[in-house]
């Protein structure tokens, strides 16, 4: 009959005085790990090893501290509206990660409103959008997860065990040491460390070490009641769970871990034994036993905690699984379930290819970065074989080996490697992503115990070659610190990561098209041209691309081209709001103007509250002087974005225009109450105020406008002509000569001025 064995209690008093061990608590049979002492490093004590890891995680990383907000940051942090003060508090948990509600159709249904709230909390503390307090405090938390990564690793690998103040006793100092130094600095994490949007997998892995290790504290129950386990620190830990959970939606899988530490290591279960008497049906399990254990009590515990959260988790996300497009994830597309299957298993083999080989890295694996294959005769299918042969020959060695400390190392390792793994492996749903280093965060964990496991084996088994084997893992920790210094410089700009990806991958198109649209953000068009068209090229359906593209055209004045393109793009996506409102106002210019009409209307179906587009079509309607219809839609737009200021400045110029100067002021008053800085309104006002004799007051505005814009030549051109009316000529001579200095060619102002000159010598001479 199968033995579960729970807390084996050896030596309750303590070990013999000449063993100079401390007395402990053991939660199993427990040893020193016999490969431990040939680990190439100093045997330091728990601080000293703690702080010795987060060193290096800071060293590895610290040069990202001052990096810009770049790629994802843009939607999650600067034009995330929930990380204001003014907005607030409770939007965070009707929201997703970007700051959509979760139950608009168009959300990622990304829910970590404790990420955001982290977020809000850098907002607040840094008085605004400085990511200099964001991406250290990514560092600090990378720093600390690596140190509490060795607490993690002591207990996978050396079983569990406490001494009489109830801390861990690491029964593998140097081998857990080894792996959490692989782990601070491998260099998969930097898009998780860099990149201000990884704090989801940081607070994550945090939350996810903090359930595991409270769930461990479930057994530290004292010599008296060895037998028995703690339900509070099991609810604890479920509560963790639901925290790590609440940062990213990877954090449940902390219960498959907790669940399999509990069956390998607490109660001792030797899975092949177990799965042989199975499946031969001879001696069945004592269910008495187990219930006695503790053990399907836990199990239930954990069961039922799991599907509770999984349950609010699909209430919450209101409408349904996220919608992702071929682009995304194209093997996830594929009609052909075996070549489906195929191109899952690539994939995998790519991400084990990162863990074991981090120098190809990019931000971006999609649009053709990773070409599917398309036959069992693809070449690639060789990395798929290599993948499961490791792993079957992983996995044999986990079942059958008679080294019980082997076995469970390498089963927990694995376990680690897999578990965090599972929700981005298209198994349970479609994700929206090919490769992303940031859902290796965790899994790497795994990864890093087997690497420092397999040194120690090496180093025990190969005696002889121990120098080079230490000088091997020294070299590989070099290796990685310099990868990690050389990426994390990288994020530091857009420019630089953008740029990077190009010989990653120089088959992604939305690689292209970002260096193409940082090269626009920095007035380099004639660059971004070549590098939308390559985009264009490599994905003839990118609409985004061809949208971009139309409007550096538009600009230039290549309004055929940019035509051709934007109706391109909204005839592959009839619904792209923004690439009918473009190719409105191409259409504007080349005075088409029904059609403009039109386009600009289908952008407003598309999209019910666009008030860019009201604006345009306010300008359209001016042009062919509906002057009714223009005010319309621009009063929409100021009624959608009250901040509109182009908007507001048009009615009141329009109404100017038209000799409606009392409206025109009413107007003008109403948009500056909005907006009291703006001095293009207050420019516009001070016109009206002018025409309407009230000097006075026009004189003010203008001088407001002056003093937040002093070099407007148009604003002391006008103030001249405000001081020329009044009879303040000398005023008027000294902002004529102003408006002139600035702007040389400014309309008008060079004939008032020789008019004022003429009329002050007229004076001069009929002065006595």
């Not at 390498?410 to 749903?429: E, K, Q, R």
């Not at 490599?538 to 055929?560: C, D, S």
Request: charged share 20%; with cysteine; glycine share 6%.
């Amino acid at each position: 009959m199968l033995k579960l064995r729970f807390i084996s209690l050896l030596n309750p008093k303590g070990l013999d005085d000449d063993t100079k061990r401390p007395k402990s608590r053991c939660i199993m049979a427990l040893s020193e790990v016999y490969w431990d002492h040939h680990i190439p490093l100093p045997k330091l004590p728990p601080v000293q090893a703690k702080v010795t890891v987060a060193l290096v995680a800071l060293l590895c990383f610290i040069n990202s501290y001052d990096g810009e907000f770049v790629f994802d940051d843009s939607e999650a942090i600067v034009n995330n509206k929930d990380l204001r003060p003014e907005t607030p508090l409770n939007n965070i948990w009707s929201n997703d990660f970007w700051g959509s509600n979760l139950s608009s159709n168009s959300s990622h249904k990304s829910y970590r409103p404790l990420t955001v709230f982290t977020f809000r909390l850098n907002y607040l503390l840094a008085g605004g959008l400085h990511p200099v307090g964001f991406h250290v405090l990514n560092i600090i938390l990378h720093a600390v997860i690596s140190a509490l990564m060795i607490d993690v690793f002591a207990i996978l690998i050396g079983g569990l065990a406490y001494d009489e103040k109830s801390k861990i006793l690491n029964y593998a100092p140097k081998t857990s040491l080894l792996a959490a130094l692989f782990f601070a600095a491998h260099p998969v994490h930097t898009e998780s460390v860099a990149g201000i949007v990884g704090r989801a997998d940081l607070l994550c892995a945090l939350f996810f070490q903090l359930s595991f290790l409270t769930y461990c504290k479930a057994f530290n129950r004292g010599s008296d009641r060895d037998d028995r386990f703690s339900v509070q620190w099991v609810v604890v830990s479920l509560l963790l769970c639901a925290a790590a959970m609440l940062c990213k939606e990877q954090g449940i899988t902390v219960l498959g871990v907790n669940a399999a530490f509990d069956v390998l290591l607490i109660c001792n279960v030797n899975v092949y034994e177990l799965s042989q008497r199975l499946l031969l049906r001879k001696n069945p399990l004592n269910v008495s036993e187990m219930l006695r254990s503790g053990l399907l009590t836990r199990l239930a515990l954990m069961g039922l905690g799991g599907l509770s959260m999984l349950y609010a988790r699909w209430r919450i996300m209101g409408t349904g699984p996220p919608a992702f497009t071929e682009v995304d994830n194209p093997a996830s597309f594929a009609e052909n379930v075996f070549l489906r299957i195929l191109n899952y298993n690539y994939y995998y083999s790519l991400n084990a290819w990162l863990l074991l080989c981090p120098w190809w890295l990019c931000f971006d694996w999609s649009m053709g970065c990773v070409p599917l294959i398309k036959s069992a005769t693809d070449w690639r299918m060789v990395w798929l074989l290599l993948l499961w042969c490791v792993l079957i020959g992983l996995i044999s060695q986990a079942l059958c080996s008679q080294d019980s400390q082997r076995r469970r190392t390498l089963t927990l390792g694995l376990v680690l490697l897999v578990v965090p793994f599972l929700p981005a492996c298209n198994i349970f749903f479609r994700v929206g992503f090919v490769i992303a280093e940031r859902v290796l965060y965790l899994s790497s964990s795994g990864y890093c115990l087997l690497l420092a496991y397999s040194v120690g084996h090496c180093c025990c088994c190969w005696t002889k070659y121990r120098k080079l084997l230490c000088a091997s893992v020294l070299t590989l920790l070099c290796v990685y610190v310099a990868r990690c210094a050389l990426r994390s410089h990288q994020w530091r700009s857009e420019q630089s990561l953008f740029t990077s990806a190009l010989t990653v991958c120089p088959l992604n198109a939305k690689v292209h098209y970002n260096v193409g649209k940082n090269l626009a953000d920095r007035g380099n068009t004639t660059a971004a041209i070549t590098y939308y068209r390559e985009a264009v090229r490599l994905h003839p359906t990118y609409v985004h691309a061809m949208n971009n593209l139309g409007n550096i055209l538009k600009e230039r004045n290549e309004l055929i081209e940019a035509e051709q393109l934007l109706s391109k793009a909204v005839s592959i996506q009839p619904d792209f709001a923004a690439a009918w409102m473009n190719l409105g106002i191409v259409q504007n210019s080349l005075q088409k103007f029904e059609e403009a009409e039109q386009s600009y209307w289908n952008a407003i179906r598309f999209r019910k509250k666009y008030p860019d587009c009201y604006y345009n079509l306010g300008r359209l309607y001016a042009d062919q002087h509906r002057f009714v219809d223009a005010l319309n839609a621009w009063r929409n737009a100021t009624m959608l974005k009250p901040e509109h200021s182009l908007a507001w400045n048009n009615m009141v110029i329009l109404l100017d225009n038209t000799g409606n100067l009392g409206q025109a002021e009413l107007i003008g008053r109403e948009a500056l109450k909005l907006l009291p800085n703006d001095h293009t309104i207050m420019f516009s006002l001070a016109n009206v105020l002018g025409k309407l004799q009230k000097y006075k007051e026009s004189e003010g505005f203008f001088l407001h406008a002056l003093r937040i814009n002093p070099n407007g030549a148009s604003c002391h051109g006008n103030l001249a002509v405000l001081y020329h009316r009044w009879g303040k000529l000398e005023l008027a001579k000294k902002h004529y000569e102003l408006s002139l200095k600035l702007d040389p060619e400014a309309p008008g102002t060079r004939d008032n001025y020789n008019m004022l000159r003429r009329k002050l010598d007229q004076l001069k001479l009929h002065t006595p």
